[in-house]
């Protein structure tokens, strides 16, 4: 909590000018009962009216000095925990960018999305509260009790006894539902997940015909997140009218206790006032006692987020040039630790080759390029980029040799020329050489404004192929030097596939490309290919050594016969 809080810093001279404003409105109001008093005791029986309209007149100054002192110390609240609150949106934003994908992979992307959004608020709104009425309601009891024994310590005593009662209802309402207020809000992430599921998935919802079982799947949460809540407002519903009745037989004992030692009406009206501004005062604080273990639980989950160690682990590994542009040595990896998902993985490639990747689903493809380009660190071997170990890299000078298409890539709702950008300020002619490359440019021209096209979320108003090819121009753009393309050219015909090859080796001879493919197609061409199989390379060599020595790379070809012989006849 305290890391949280010290986002207040920044915003110290408006909290305190808006604790200062809170506590002069609050003391204000403390005393209009007293001049109440006053008049009615003092002034009107001497039928002084003077006296009652300099009181009256009084009054009024205070009552604004209360209502404004209240408005301007709320807008600094405001100010405040706004204030706070983006910077800490902020910060958790940019931590999150910088999780590596082991962090993110512990955390979980869900869980991540719900701390950014609700757990953010509910911070936001435990600093506004509190600050709001963390002064406010303290100050409203203790001086209402002090000022109260001033008046008659009789009818202070009445009232005395009367505020512990009403604290102990409160309290055992407010410690029983604190708990269920927590289980509301961990139903209520389950729905948003569900919901957030649902509305990305929607076509596949559809195609399955699953709507009706979406909807009762739904149906069941919301219900289930109705019945917590309507548990939890049950048992706190009862303390507004529980304090209102000791509130009520508090001023009964009041007024008794009053005619009998024959206290003056006034002081007995003044009386009734601090009962009230007590009595609201306390529920007010008992709300902020909500809000503020909703925060801190939240405000724990940001932390934890804020916590994580993002700096660069540079590893002071000696070069070994050795000619090569990539090279693979005996590199082993788990993502967690329990059975291999790369085994002794060793291939070398020089500038300007081509790396073909096949193998079966699960066979450790992506896997071999999330360990090139450090999202994991290898747990056995090396791996070299231009003879230097990836772990001996700054991330930045790493991640800018490569351009990626990566697996179910995402584009943004922009246009055209934004994604392919991707914020680098390239110029008009490579975004066109790129797009041209990756066989893109001719649909782009049929777009309404070319490459000005804005595309939906998701691109949902481009086919697959369109898709993959505004991919694969984005990752070439730059002209990398190291381009991978992980099952990005799958949904392209055969005749787009090869033409996209023929423009590759042509148009961008120096780079050198990593490309998991499905079809032999696409990589058959390829220097080096190796088959992975459970994370094992079972086959590497050219096209006609593997087509001679690998068993499991000949049944690939065979059962894919139909469609190179498409290719043959398109090429
Ligand atoms: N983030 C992860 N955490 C734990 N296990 C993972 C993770 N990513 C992949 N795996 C596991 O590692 C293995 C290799 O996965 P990988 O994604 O490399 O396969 P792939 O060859 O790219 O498959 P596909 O052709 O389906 O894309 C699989 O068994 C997968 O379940
Ligand atoms: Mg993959």
Redesign the pocket.
Known sequence: MTKTLAYLKPYRGAVAWGLILKFLGSVAELFLPLLLEYIINEAVPAADMNRVLICGGIMLVFAFIALFGNIFANRLSVTSSGGMTHDLRYDLFSKTCYLS?SQV?RLGVPSLISRLTSDSYYVNQMVARTLRLGVRAPILILGGIILAFTRDWALALVLLACVPLVGIIIFIITKKSVPLYFGVQKKQDDMVRDMQENVTGVRVVKALTKEEYESEKFDGLVKELAAREFKANKIMSLSNPLATLVLNLGLVAVIVTGALRGNLPGTVLAFLQYFVIILNAMIALTKIFVVISRGSASAGRIESVLREDTSEKILDISDEKNGYKIEFSNVSFS??GVGD?LKDIDFALKEGETLGII??????????VNLLMRFYDAGGGNIRIDGRDVRAYKNDELRKKFGVAF?NDFLMASTVRENVDYGRGLSDEEIEKALKAAQAEEFVQTLEGGVDYNLAQKANNLSGGQKQRLLIARALAASPEILIL??SSSALDYATDAAFRKALAKDYPDCTKII?A?RISSIKNADLILV?DD?RVIGKGRHEELMRDCDEYKLIYAAQMGGEKDARAQD
């Open positions: 994908s992979d993502y967690n998902n193998g079966a689903t699960g066979s450790g493809k992506s896997t071999l697996q992980d099952d998991v499905q992975l994370g």
